[in-house]
């Protein structure tokens, strides 16, 4: 017997192994960091300054790379489908940590592309895809709570990563800090995929939110709400024949592209506005705990109501968050921005793995998922650039980002008008 299974049978009396699955891949979300925008925009200066580019550069080569490793992201999620999660996430979580090593080696705008391609590519994309697919297949009717709490990690890892690479920085310089960075990753990860993981409950005698079988059989079917079995749901290109696709890809590329855009040049947009270093690191962790604390709520209601509205009105609130920054003039403006950021991103984030999920089933799902993290990677591709190109012509960040405001407003239009297509076994 394999220690996995081992591990397996002794939680399995005690408590719902989804559970376990979860706490993994909230792990895993965290571990995501050095793919992250928050971490980055704590390097951007050091790394502009070292390697003499431009802001400009710096963000075009931040937005290319993003937007070619976009487009692996479908063949991962048809990878996920073949292989399952916990194959997949292995061979990221082991590639993850080689990059980070790797991009502490960038020499120019080139080398620093391609760094940007594999952490954004395996951190921001493959992790974030692997971690949603497990908890889909392992959650139904308690879907958005699981998927909030998974979240949690990306709330950790916007609350520490930046903390955690500023410290690097000041001890061993922004190079080395890529070296602890990738085996950070290793440290985390690789124990916890290998011995804790398994990809679907139904192989395990298991339902979805442990659900009892019908008549006591483990044969996959379950009464109620839990019949969404591992064998419903719609094939990708079923999928994109419907509005409803089409008006989540919408409300995915938005605020992915936005939300990067905050994130990348948020210390900056407020370092602009005369606030001190000290107040501008300490948004992150302002955000980070406004995001803790609101993403069971988010899960709760998203449970419980019907997700358009729910949609639609954190869509609403990135515009007023894109909106809010461009006014924060003292600390206290600062904190209520940031509170009102972590609630933006305690919606946004949840929705990347809840969506695709509730309204296509879990049959093709790792598709379904890549196809829509390739969606969300090229919004935050290119959100960064607007930006970048703004301060460099107008030595500010303001216009540009009030402009931006209005493209999660029409989104949030759209997302009143989602209608559950019928899915099929």
């Not at 659900?211 to 999928?239: I, Y």
Request: proline fraction near 4%; include cysteine; glycine fraction near 12%.
């Amino acid at each position: 017997m394999s220690v996995r299974q081992a591990l397996f049978d002794r939680v399995r009396p005690r408590l719902f192994y989804g559970w376990v699955i979860l706490g993994v891949a909230t792990g895993a979300v965290f571990a995501s960091g050095p793919g992250q925008s928050h971490t980055f925009g704590v390097f951007k200066n050091a790394i502009v300054t070292e390697l003499g580019i431009t802001t400009t550069e710096f963000a075009s080569a931040y937005a290319l790379a993003t937007l070619v490793a976009a487009l692996g992201l479908s063949r991962m999620g048809r990878l996920v489908d073949r292989f399952g999660a916990r194959a997949v996430l292995l061979g990221v979580a082991a590639l993850l940590g080689i990059a980070c090593v790797g991009f502490g080696a960038a020499v120019g705008v080139i080398t620093l592309s391609l760094g940007f391609m594999a952490l954004r590519f395996l951190g921001q994309g493959s992790l974030l895809l692997g971690s949603s697919n497990l908890i889909a297949q392992w959650f139904h009717t308690k879907r958005g709570f699981a998927m909030s709490v998974m979240m949690l990690g990306f709330a950790a890892s916007m609350s520490l990563h930046p903390l955690i690479g500023q410290w690097l920085i000041d001890a061993v310089g922004w190079r080395e800090a890529w070296f602890w960075l990738g085996v950070l990753t290793w440290v985390l990860l690789l124990p916890l995929i290998t011995l804790l993981v398994h990809d679907q409950p139904e192989p395990l005698g298991l339902q979805p939110d442990g659900a009892r079988p019908r008549h006591g059989h483990d044969d996959g079917a379950a009464s109620g709400k839990t019949a969404d079995t591992a064998a419903k749901g719609l094939t990708l290109r079923a999928a994109r024949r419907t509005g409803a696709y089409w008006i989540i890809a919408a409300g995915i590329f938005t605020p992915a592209g936005l939300i990067t855009t905050l994130f990348l040049f948020q210390p900056s947009v407020l370092a602009a506005h005369g606030l001190s270093s000290a107040v501008v690191t300490s948004v992150f962790t302002v955000s980070a705990m406004s995001m803790a604390a609101a993403m069971p709520a988010v899960g709760w209601i998203l449970d419980r109501s019907d997700p358009k509205y729910i949609f639609s009105a954190s869509l609403l609130l990135l515009a007023v968050s894109l909106t809010g920054i461009t006014f924060v003039d003292s600390a206290t403006e600062a904190t209520l921005y940031a509170v009102l950021f972590g609630i933006n991103n305690a919606t946004n984030m949840t929705f990347f793995g809840y969506m695709w999920a509730q309204y296509f089933g879990r049959r093709h799902l790792g598709s379904i998922q890549g196809a829509g993290q390739m969606i969300g990677v090229i919004g935050a591709s290119l959100g960064a650039l607007p930006l970048g190109i703004a301060f460099d012509v107008f030595g500010a960040y303001d216009g540009a980002l009030r402009m931006l405001a209005i493209l999660p407003l029409a989104c949030a239009g759209l997302a009143l008008f989602l209608k559950a297509p019928k899915l099929v076994d």
